[in-house]
């Protein structure tokens, strides 16, 4: 058995410290490099940062594996034993192109269940923080119980992709729900949006394709503070591969995949 406590106290100093590198980052020259297609982007500091939690890791957790984003860990077929999930950088883009609204993001796992999230804003210094069964903290503010509410009161993350021509969903399905939400956002990473639903600043979160770092430490999170994820078809997500991604509220959940998904039968 992992001591929970010695790897979150770790974990923690850790992320700072990156973050701490990343904000230092800001004033020097950025290598910009492109991995899937032209909009994919990497930095050197997305790397160096993933390399940076491998070695601190490996070094105190020899035991422990990690499946990080830019493909410096382990290569692994399943969860079993401690798993670290790490995105160096969530949401790269606004890195490069903005300079905020971007996280570091770590989900810890024992044999698949959540026990550590991690969620960084470097640039406004928030820690989103979950010992699994300890309550969601941002700094030192406890953070309240998720209420149920409605998708005429909710304010929903939703990139305007998915309403318009693409490969994964048909664009007419999710413009009702925009229609009838008192608003939309965007905020180009996962982790933040998630991070802005535990906190109660957003309502749900809708996205057709996350990677299992974009929402390991979030999932912790969301469902610590009784929230509810699943895929767009409502079911559990799939940490070895990419999903569609559905986070909420309680009863907005129910409201979005019945009344404007249909149930998943789409
Ligand atoms: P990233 O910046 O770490 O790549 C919105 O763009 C969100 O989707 C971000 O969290 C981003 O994470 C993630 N994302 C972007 N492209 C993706 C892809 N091809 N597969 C999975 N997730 C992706
Ligand atoms: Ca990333």
Same mark, same amino acid.
């Given at each position: 058995?992992a001591n929970w406590?010695?790897?979150d106290?770790?974990?923690?100093?850790?992320?700072?410290?990156?973050?701490?590198?990343i904000r230092k980052?800001?004033s020097?020259?950025l290598?910009?490099?492109?991995?899937s297609?032209a909009?994919?982007?990497?930095?050197?500091?997305?790397? !160096?940062t993933?390399?940076?939690?491998?070695?601190?890791?490996?070094?105190k957790?020899?035991?422990?594996r990690i499946? !990080?984003e830019?493909?410096? !860990?382990?290569k692994?077929?399943?969860l079993?034993g401690v798993v670290w999930?790490?995105?160096?950088?969530?949401?790269?883009?606004n890195?490069?192109?903005q300079?905020?609204n971007?996280?570091?993001?770590?989900?810890i796992?024992?044999?698949?269940?959540?026990?550590? !999230?991690l969620i960084?804003d470097?640039?406004h210094?928030e820690?989103y923080?979950?010992?699994?069964?300890?309550?969601?903290?941002?700094?030192?503010?406890k953070?309240?119980?998720?209420?149920?509410t409605?998708?005429s009161?909710a304010?929903?993350?939703?990139n305007a992709?998915?309403?318009?021509e693409?490969?994964?969903?048909?664009?007419?399905?999710l413009?009702?729900?925009?229609?009838?939400?008192r608003g939309?956002?965007?905020?180009g990473?996962?982790?933040?949006?998630?991070?802005y639903?535990?906190?109660?600043?957003?309502?749900?979160y809708?996205t057709?394709?996350?990677a299992p770092?974009?929402?390991?430490?979030?999932?912790?999170?969301?469902e610590?503070?009784?929230?509810v994820?699943?895929t767009?078809?409502?079911?559990?997500?799939n940490?070895?591969?990419?999903?569609?991604?559905?986070v909420s509220k309680?009863g907005?959940?129910k409201e979005?995949?019945?009344e404007?998904?249909?149930?998943?039968n789409?």
């Open positions: 058995m406590s010695e790897v106290t770790y974990a923690k100093s850790w992320v700072k410290e990156a973050g701490e590198n980052s800001f020097k020259k290598t910009i490099m492109t991995k297609n909009n994919d982007l990497v930095t050197d500091i997305d790397q !160096g993933e390399q940076f939690f491998i070695k601190k890791i490996k070094e957790f020899p035991e422990h499946m !990080g830019e493909g410096f !860990g382990d692994l077929s399943n079993d999930i790490i995105d160096p950088i969530d949401g790269t883009m890195f490069v192109h300079q905020r971007f996280a570091i993001s770590i989900g796992y024992e044999n698949g269940e959540g026990k550590i !999230g960084y470097v640039v210094d820690l923080h979950c010992k699994k069964g300890h309550g969601v903290y941002m700094n030192d503010l953070l309240p119980p998720l209420k149920e409605e998708v009161k304010i929903i993350g939703l992709t998915w309403v318009t693409n490969k994964r969903i048909d664009p007419s399905l413009a009702p729900l925009v229609k009838e939400a939309t956002r965007s905020y990473s996962a982790a933040i949006e998630m991070a639903i535990a906190s109660n600043r957003v309502d749900a809708i057709l394709r996350l770092w974009d929402f390991a430490a979030g999932v912790i999170m969301i610590e503070l009784g929230g994820v699943t767009l078809k409502g079911e559990k997500l940490f070895l591969e990419n999903n569609s991604v559905l309680p907005l959940h979005i995949m019945k404007y998904l249909n149930n998943g789409w």
